[in-house]
C-alpha cells in the first residue's frame, strides 16, 4: 500500500499540555511490560490518570519506533463500526483504499516499527479486541498500548492497573509536602490561583482535602478549580457532598471528565445491573473486606449467594473493587468515593422500592 502524500513518519502523538506529578514506579513497569509485551493495556477507575499517564509513557519511549507513535482517541465513538476507520484517519490512511478498511489498515501497518495508543476502548471493547489481535497478527512488528476501564481479554494481552495516586499517610516515612497527590493539587492550585503556594498553614488542609479524595487526580483537580471562590477548608467542609461540589472542569474536556458525578457514573453504566446493585451493597463496609463477608452481607433473592463470587470478579474487572493480597489471603476494597457513589444509589433504589402512602 503506498504511503499518502504528507503522512508523517514520526507519529501524531498530542502534546503533554499539564506538567506530569509522580507515577515513577508504575512509569518504569509500563516500560517493562511494553518491552516484553505486544499489547498492553492500562486499566483503573474513571478520573485515575489512565491517558494521562500513557501519554507520558508514549512521549518517554517515542524514539524507539523508528515508524512513530500514533494515538487514535476512541472516547467521543459511539458507533463500534467506527473503530477501524478512527484508527486508519489517526494513522492517516483513511480513504486510501477502496478494498475493505480492516484489509488496508492491516497492510498499511506491515512490516513498520510502531508503537499504536488505542484509548478509551471501554465501551467498544469487544470491537477493539478483534481488530488488536487482527492487527497483531498481521503486523509483526506492531505493539499496541491500549487504556481502558477493563482488559480486552486477549490471552497475549498485559494488564497493568493504574491505582489513584498516594495519599498522605500511605507512606508513613513521607514528608506531607513531597506527597505526589498533595503536589499535584499545589501545581493546578497554582494554576487558578497564581499565588497559592503550600506552606504550614495549608498543608494539614491540603493533605487532608487529597486523602479524602482518594488520590483520584480528576477530584483533585475539580477541587483545586473550586480555589476561585473557596478556601481549602472550605472545600473540605463541602466534601460532604463531593459530587455537586467537583463539577467545573475545562470546557475542552469530555463531558464524564467535567465532573466527577460523570465519571465515576460512566463506569457505573458499564456495569451489569447485579454488578451495580452489588456495587451499591457493599457500599456498607467501611474497609477492605474478604468474599465471605461480601456473601454474608450482600447477598439475598436478588443476589444469591452462588453469584457473589463472578460479581465481585467483574466489579474488579471494572476497576471498581482494589484487590490486595497478602500472607492473611485477598481482601476488596471500594475507595470512598466509589462507595460513595454506591450509597447514593443504595438509597435511591430503596426509596424507589417503598410503596407509597
Known sequence: MSTP????????????????????????????????SRLVTVTGIGGVGKSRTVLRLAHQVRSQ?????????????QDAGMVKHTIASALGIADQSSRAESESLSEWVGDRDMLLIIDTCEHLVQGCAELVHELLEAAP???VLATSRQSLHLPYEQVVPVPPLLVPGDDPAESLFTNESVQLFALRAGAVVPDFQL???????????????????????????RLRALSVEQI??????????????????????????????????????????????????????ELDAARFVCSDGRLPSEDITDLVTGLVEKSILLIRS????VRYKLIDTLAEYGEEWLDSSTSSARPSR
Open 5 to 36: 502524500t504528507g503522512w508523517r513518519r514520526e507519529g501524531n502523538l498530542p502534546a503533554e499540555l499539564t506538567s506530569f506529578v509522580g507515577r515513577t514506579r508504575l512509569l518504569a513497569n509500563l516500560k517493562r511490560h511494553l518491552a516484553e
Open 326 to 329: 497478602n500472607h492473611a489471603g
Open 65 to 77: 519506533y523508528p515508524d512513530g507513535v500514533w494515538f487514535a482517541d476512541l472516547a467521543r465513538l
Open 199 to 225: 506552606d504550614e498553614d495549608n498543608i494539614t488542609a491540603v493533605a487532608e482535602l487529597c486523602r479524602r479524595l482518594d488520590g483520584i487526580p480528576l477530584a483533585i483537580e475539580l477541587a483545586a478549580v
Open 141 to 143: 512488528n506492531l505493539k
Open 236 to 289: 473540605l467542609g463541602l466534601l460532604a457532598d463531593r459530587f455537586s461540589l467537583l463539577a467545573g472542569a475545562s470546557r475542552t474536556a469530555l463531558p464524564r471528565h467535567q465532573t466527577l458525578r460523570a465519571a465515576i457514573g460512566w463506569s457505573h453504566e458499564l456495569c451489569e445491573p447485579a454488578e451495580r446493585l452489588l456495587w451499591a451493597r457493599l457500599s456498607v463496609f467501611a474497609g477492605d473486606f
